[in-house]
């Protein structure tokens, strides 16, 4: 049965690639690997089967983690009042309301231009994108699915991503006095802190475990390039739509 957490990265069943269903199918089960050691796309395949069950073992210890910090603060009743604290976790969602909101800003002109694929010339929007590229260019959604185009892959729809994050309304009771804990909440400061460090650990391991998928992507779309050119496939998308068995019982793809 797929693991909960891994749902959490992917997108949902009716709307995965056929290549990474069939990834997942095999996680967690015994029995060889369908495609041969002296198969091209092995490396490539192997790494994003263990980048998916390295994911969902460790998104267990961390949310395992996450709930015992909670349920302590919850025992004492100071869990609601770190509701409007400050984390330090910039999660991919994140990231996209942030660059939601920074398109928003831009002229007309210059978002119309990004959403059409086309970087302006203006030094707001351009820096825009090389800062959220820098940091999530190897990121999506739905992103535990291998056939999903990475951020930095293309500009237009990562524009429309961002965009359709919800932009924030108001900055009512998110600062000053809102952030002013009780004593006994004070007291479990330490508490708070470990939970969010949890929250970074996990957040910097899921991007790094990305950044790996994203590597086992580019070498993919490399031999889908070649065996377009080639002739053995119609065209570079049609290799997602493959399983591993299609893969391993396609002699011209050895």
């Not at 994911?55 to 009042?81: G, L, P, T």
């Not at 800003?105 to 010339?121: H, I, N």
């Not at 600062?175 to 007291?187: D, I, P, Q, S, Y």
Request: overall charge neutral; some cysteine.
């Amino acid at each position: 049965m797929e693991s909960s957490f891994l749902q959490e990265i992917l997108p949902s069943s009716q709307q995965r690639s056929r290549l990474c269903g069939s990834v997942i199918a095999r996680i967690g089960r015994s029995g060889a690997f369908p495609l041969q050691a002296e198969h091209t796309l092995t490396p490539a395949l192997q790494a994003y089967k263990r980048c998916l069950e390295e994911y969902a073992a460790k998104a267990i210890q961390f949310h395992e983690a996450q709930e015992r910090c909670k349920r302590d603060m919850e025992r004492f009743r100071v869990w609601s009042e770190y509701s409007k604290q400050q984390r330090g976790v910039q999660t991919i969602e994140m990231a996209l309301t942030s660059l939601g909101g920074m398109l928003r800003s831009l002229s007309d002109a210059d978002r119309a231009s990004m959403q059409a694929g086309k970087l302006p010339t203006t030094i707001v929007a351009r820096s825009a994108w090389f800062w959220f590229v820098r940091d999530f260019g190897h990121r999506a959604l739905g992103e535990g699915d291998i056939a999903m185009l990475r951020f930095e892959e293309n500009l237009a729809t990562s524009v429309e991503s961002a965009l359709t994050q919800a932009p924030m309304k108001s900055f009512a009771g998110e600062f000053g006095e809102g952030n002013v804990l009780t004593w006994k909440a004070r007291l479990f400061a330490p508490l708070w802190d470990k939970y969010c460090a949890i929250l970074q650990n996990q957040e910097q391991t899921r991007s790094q475990i990305m950044k790996q998928i994203a590597e086992a992507r580019a070498t993919l779309l490399v031999s889908a390039h070649e065996y377009t050119l080639a002739g053995i496939l119609p065209n570079e998308t049609a290799l997602w739509a493959m399983s591993l068995d299609d893969i391993a019982n396609h002699r011209d793809m050895m």
